[in-house]
């Protein structure tokens, strides 16, 4: 294995991410983008000799409208995410 493989590699946007408006059927409307968090060389194809990339990524999610019957409160025996 030579010495370009396996190594995380640094790299520059070309332009930011854009935000993807999504509108659902229950009229919630919410934006989407990919977040790059590294990118990573792991070889090359043995087929075809192009390299291959690892690409550690999150998507990132804002909630921007949500009708209000979407929404439900908390009630006295939901204990919630902490107990």
């Keep these: 294995m030579d010495a370009d493989n396996n190594a995380v590699m640094s790299f520059t946007l070309e332009e930011e991410p854009k935000w993807i408006r999504v509108t659902l059927e229950d009229g919630s409307v919410l934006e989407i983008k990919t977040e790059i968090m590294s990118i990573m060389k ?5 087929n075809t000799g192009l390299p291959q990339y690892a690409i550690n990524a999150a998507p990132m ?11 439900k409160k908390k009630t006295e025996t939901d204990k919630g995410l902490y107990r």
């Design 42 to 46: 792991v070889g090359n194809d043995p």
């Design 61 to 71: 999610i804002r909630m921007m409208r949500i009708p209000k019957e979407s929404v």
